[in-house]
């Protein structure tokens, strides 16, 4: 799968359509992408929600520490 393809089907995942998509790869891998997928859809539902601005901003903070450990562990930017 691109890395344009993986964007796509994880911006559908985070606004919570279905993706029919399955990702194939190391363990650890697979347990970064999941880390950052579910910070992403956390901060992207929180932020509908309308909740306080303490948790939003902690919420982003875990999604930041995400994407840099996905970005490391894959050579990915995570654009989400």
Excluded: H, P
């Excluded at 347990?31 to 509908?48: G, H, I, R």
């Amino acid at each position: 799968m691109s890395n344009k393809n993986l964007m796509k089907a994880s911006a559908r995942y985070i606004l919570g359509e279905s993706t029919g998509v399955q990702i194939k790869g190391s363990s650890e891998k697979i347990k970064t992408y999941q880390e950052v997928l579910a910070a992403s859809k956390d901060l992207y539902d929180a932020l509908c929600e309308e909740r306080s601005l303490d948790e939003i901003m902690t919420l982003a903070e875990t999604k930041k520490q995400a994407a840099a450990n996905f970005r490391k562990i894959t050579g990915i930017i995570w654009r989400l």
